[in-house]
T-cell receptor, first 111, second 112 residues
Framework: QKEVEQNSGPLSVPEGAIASLNCTYS??????FFWYRQYSGKSPELIMFIYSNGDKEDGRFTAQLNKASQYVSLLIRDSQPSDSATYLC???????????FGKGTMLLVSP | SQTIHQWPATLVQPVGSPLSLECTVEGTSNPNLYWYRQAAGRGLQLLFYSVGIGQISSEVPQNLSASRPQDRQFILSSKKLLLSDSGFYLCARVGSVYNEQFFGPGTRLTVL
């Protein structure tokens, strides 16, 4: 069974700090990896995806992938109170049309 | 642009009543479509997905069913709701590159 594990949190960081969110997955065949942000009461919003080992940067967000360790992370630089949300990690394998989601990590950024 | 609409936004239903939730997609043809449920304190649970008209794959056996009567329409139904059916129901479509998924605004269902 494919599993995606995330620490439920909450992860509390002060404004301006770097928030580091982590995710591990069980299926070695996983090919694409996604990070979603979900504000309370709202639907998930795709913020990053990565498919190659290494780092991918987009503004204040950096996704990091290590397929050997089956580990993917999301770094948020200069965290803002508006970044407070639950962050969901999702993975999919090549040829599959479905995603497996983790349960999410709640991030709280205090002013 | 590709937009997902879900109707209704919120719903309160008694136990044993029927259910029909609608998802429609604009700006794309023949998309893969998905129904998820997110119960309080739990993760996203994939319920059904569809790769085309009349093609439905069920991920979790339960008292829910899905139909895809039109290319851009995906419907989630139940004949008799249970208390455990309460949750946030999300429709999603697949993107074009890496199987990324984009979600609609969701329907919050409360079964009393």
């Amino acid at each position: 069974q494919k599993e995606v594990e995330q620490n439920s949190g909450p992860l509390s960081v002060p404004e301006g700090a770097i928030a580091s969110l982590n995710c591990t997955y069980s299926d070695r065949g996983s090919q694409s990896f996604f990070w979603y942000r979900q504000y309370s009461g709202k639907s998930p919003e795709l913020i990053m995806f990565i498919y190659s080992n290494g780092d991918k940067e987009d503004g204040r967000f950096t996704a990091q992938l290590n397929k050997a360790s089956q580990y993917v992370s999301l770094l948020i630089r200069d965290s803002q109170p508006s970044d407070s949300a639950t962050y969901l990690c999702a993975v999919t394998a090549s040829g599959y049309s479905t995603l497996t989601f983790g349960k999410g990590t709640m991030l709280l950024v205090s002013p | 642009s590709q937009t997902i609409h879900q109707w209704p936004a919120t719903l309160v239903q008694p136990v044993g009543s029927p259910l029909s939730l609608e998802c429609t997609v604009e700006g794309t043809s023949n998309p893969n479509l998905y129904w998820y449920r997110q119960a309080a304190g739990r993760g996203l649970q994939l319920l059904f997905y569809s790769v085309g008209i009349g093609q439905i794959s069920s991920e979790v056996p339960q008292n829910l069913s899905a139909s895809r009567p039109q290319d851009r329409q995906f419907i989630l139904s139940s004949k008799k709701l249970l208390l455990s059916d309460s949750g946030f129901y999300l429709c999603a479509r697949v993107g074009s590159v890496y199987n990324e998924q984009f979600f609609g605004p969701g329907t919050r269902l409360t079964v009393l």
